[in-house]
């Protein structure tokens, strides 16, 4: 799960061009719309396209994806679980 | 007629002229065939959070345009209008490589936002909160032209009493791949300085952005009334340029001989600069010459850096010495006509005036 974590960190980074950011930076737990990072909903289309490249994951319902992309942790979780299903 | 002030002038291009200080002072020479931006610090006007979606003409454009409100003391114009034949290339060339690369699959929505053609006049209005008349003009070598001739119809019309109008063109990879494929540029690296007498075909690529702060009455600053500018497109032949400027000159009260300074866009393309030296020939055969496209290259609407420089002769009543062509210019410099043309199809006069 940490390094789970820690890629994501990279890859939002790295996908959203993040400016002076870096991936100590960013707090497993931390909002990342909104008074966190900052993120908006054009940054939301981004992280989705990024599970889908990434991690081959399809987020079926959209309404779940406050919940998925409340935070790294929060995602990393969703990863974990879909990955499990799908095994 | 109502007379129409520059009152304010802001420009990002190879040279350092985002800088302030003395016009062209520090200069930057190349040998080479294009020339980049020499890009200041843009997080001055651009929150770090907006500035990653931003490509680079997107902020060569806000920055341009930020250091000409600042210059006329605006903070808030009642109108933006760009002109520019490229657009958004480099996030355009970023959607459609994606669309090759993975095959119309997950396909992010940034670049394709940002690609568009009036997402610089739309980012100034976002950071500056405009929700005023706001339009860019596409229109290839004439984009920056027909964006002031929309700003002038404005002021004209009362509709508008200070507008920000700008012109701006980037240079990518892939575009410079393309363009030179049409031989537009020389096949070998060139000295700036030495490019306006080369004696081959093609010229060097360049970008950057210029804006201006238009206004119908005169700032504390302002050094240039816009007095009149006119197109030509696809002239049949060298007679029709001359009568056209004569023409130009006659609407506006004026002869050749009333002209003190004349800025060409001579680009150092044998072909290309051959109407220059008919022009000068027939109607400007004494007239002291000044050029600017050895300083930021050839792109479409590369005239807003003409006008930026005219209009900086005209407050240092001085011609830098790296933009001087021909002769010598005089000590009083109170009219200026800047004539280009673009690959020998569109052709534009801007007449600029002294404001003392």
């Known amino acids: 799960m940490e390094q789970l974590m820690a890629d994501l960190k990279k890859q939002i980074i790295e996908q959203l061009n993040l400016q002076e950011v870096t991936p100590e930076s960013i707090g497993n737990d931390e909002p990342l719309f909104k008074e966190g990072l900052g993120l908006d909903s054009i940054d939301a289309l981004e992280l989705i396209v990024l599970l889908q490249q990434h991690y081959n994951i399809r987020i ?16 990393a979780e969703f990863i974990v679980a879909q990955q499990t299903a799908k095994a | 007629m109502l007379s129409i002030y520059i009152n304010g002038a802001g420009c990002i291009s190879p040279q350092e002229t985002a800088a302030g200080g003395p016009m062209l002072a520090n200069l930057r020479e190349y040998e080479q065939v294009k020339l980049a931006t020499v890009d200041p610090d843009y997080k001055q006007w651009i929150d770090v959070k907006q500035i990653r979606r931003m490509s680079r003409v997107v902020k060569m454009g806000v920055g341009a345009a930020n250091l000409s ?16 034949a490229y657009g958004c290339l480099d996030d355009t060339g970023v959607f459609l490589t994606k669309m090759v690369n993975q095959q119309e699959e997950m396909l992010t929505p940034t670049a394709f936002i940002q690609s568009t053609h009036n997402t610089v006049g739309g980012q100034i209005a976002l950071l ?40 701006l063109d980037e ?10 494929r049409f031989g537009l540029y020389k096949k070998e690296p060139v000295k700036t300085m030495e490019l306006l007498n080369s004696p081959t075909c093609g010229t060097i690529a360049g970008e950057g952005a210029a804006f201006f702060t238009l206004g119908v009455q005169p700032g504390t600053n302002t050094a240039a ?24 000159l006659e609407d506006n009260n004026y002869t050749p001989n009333d002209i003190d300074l004349l800025v060409t866009g001579r680009n150092g393309d044998i072909g290309q600069d051959e109407i220059y030296e008919e022009v000068v020939e027939a109607l400007f055969p004494e007239h002291p010459e000044a050029s600017f496209k050895h300083l930021c290259g050839e792109y479409p609407t590369a005239v807003g850096f003409g006008m930026w420089l005219a209009n900086g002769i005209l407050a240092d009543q001085a011609v830098p010495e790296a933009a001087m062509f021909y002769g010598q210019a005089p000590r009083r410099i109170k009219k200026i006509l800047l004539y280009n043309h673009h690959q020998g199809t569109h052709h534009s006069l801007v007449l600029l005036s002294h404001v003392e």
């Not at chain 1, 079926?60 to 995602?75: D, T």
């Not at chain 2, 240079?171 to 030179?180: A, G």
Request: net charge negative.
């Open chain 2, 225 to 248: 009334e816009l007095t009149g500018i006119s197109t030509l497109y696809k002239p049949m032949w060298e007679g029709e340029v001359i009568g056209h400027i004569m023409k130009f």
């Open chain 2, 171 to 180: 240079l990518t990879p892939h575009s410079y791949q393309i363009l030179s």
């Open chain 2, 69 to 84: 409100l600042q210059a006329a003391g605006i903070a808030m114009p009642d109108a933006i209008v760009t002109g520019t």
């Open chain 2, 128 to 167: 500056l909160g405009c929700n005023a008349y706001n339009n860019t003009f596409v229109h290839r070598g004439f984009s920056f032209e027909n964006a002031l001739l929309d700003t002038i119809m404005m002021l004209r019309e009362g509709s508008a009493q200070q507008i920000l109008v700008g012109g």
């Open chain 1, 60 to 75: 079926a319902n959209p309404e779940q994806g406050p919940e998925i992309f409340y935070s790294i942790r929060s995602m």
